[in-house]
Every structure is written in structure tokens, then in C-alpha cells.
Nanobody, 124 residues
Framework: QVRLVESGGRLVQAGGSLRLSCAAS????????MAWFRQAPGKEREFVAA????????SHADSVKGRFAIFRDNAKNTMYLQMNSLKPEDTAVYYC?????????????????WGQGTQVTVSS
């Protein structure tokens, strides 16, 4: 089973940038479709972005298109989320997820493996 550890979350001002990382261990990283989800207090878990096994295909939620970018480095067993032009509404715990499915998905229940989350707080 793959183990996922997120890092990079912190307090940042609106308009700023952050890069989140998700380090994987215990499995063949390139066998997994990867994704980022987020959850704000009192809200449901929300899809942010997903990336195919090779990194050749990505999907981003409409709310982050043009501002966030998901990418991965299979040689380093790591996935990233570059977040630019951050807004207060981006404040949430960000989770990375993995699954040995054939294609990306935006539905969180289709991902079997999850990290513990990293807090991103955007101040206005």
C-alpha cells in the first residue's frame, strides 16, 4: 500500500503563492492516479485537481483553473500543487489522494489512499 505525506501548507496573504508537495512511499508511484482535494470547516471535501499516472493528463476544478497547477515527478515519487493568486476562499485542509484506477476522477470516494492533510490559510 502506498503511504502519502503532504507538506507545504502555511499562512499566506491573498494574492500570494504556495507549492504543496505529496511524497509517496511503499508502492510504485507511477502506478497511481493522484489527486488533490480540500476541505474547509463545515464544508464537504472538494475536488481540486487530478493527474494521470504518467502526468500527461490533468484535470482542475473550475474554481482553481488558471490559478493552480498539478504536476508530478515520478522519479522523485512526489506530486505537487502550485497555487498562485490565492484567495481567502482557498483556505482549507488540502489532502492528496491516490488510486490504481485507469483514469483521473474528481470523486473522492474513488480514491483508496489518503494523506493526513496540510493546512492552507489565506488571509485577506
Amino acid at each position: 500500500q502506498v503511504r502519502l505525506v503532504e507538506s507545504g501548507g502555511r499562512l499566506v496573504q491573498a494574492g500570494g503563492s504556495l507549492r504543496l508537495s505529496c511524497a509517496a512511499s511503499g508502492g510504485t508511484f507511477s502506478n497511481y492516479v493522484m489527486a488533490w482535494f480540500r476541505q474547509a470547516p463545515g464544508k464537504e471535501r472538494e475536488f481540486v485537481a487530478a493527474i494521470s499516472r504518467s502526468g500527461g493528463s490533468t484535470s482542475h476544478a473550475d474554481s482553481v483553473k488558471g490559478r493552480f497547477a498539478i504536476f508530478r515527478d515520478n522519479a522523485k515519487n512526489t506530486m505537487y500543487l502550485q497555487m498562485n493568486s490565492l484567495k481567502p476562499e482557498d483556505t482549507a485542509v488540502y489532502y492528496c489522494a491516490a488510486d490504481q484506477r485507469p483514469a483521473v476522477s474528481s470523486w473522492y470516494k474513488e480514491y483508496d489512499f489518503w494523506g493526513q492533510g496540510t493546512q492552507v490559510t489565506v488571509s485577506s
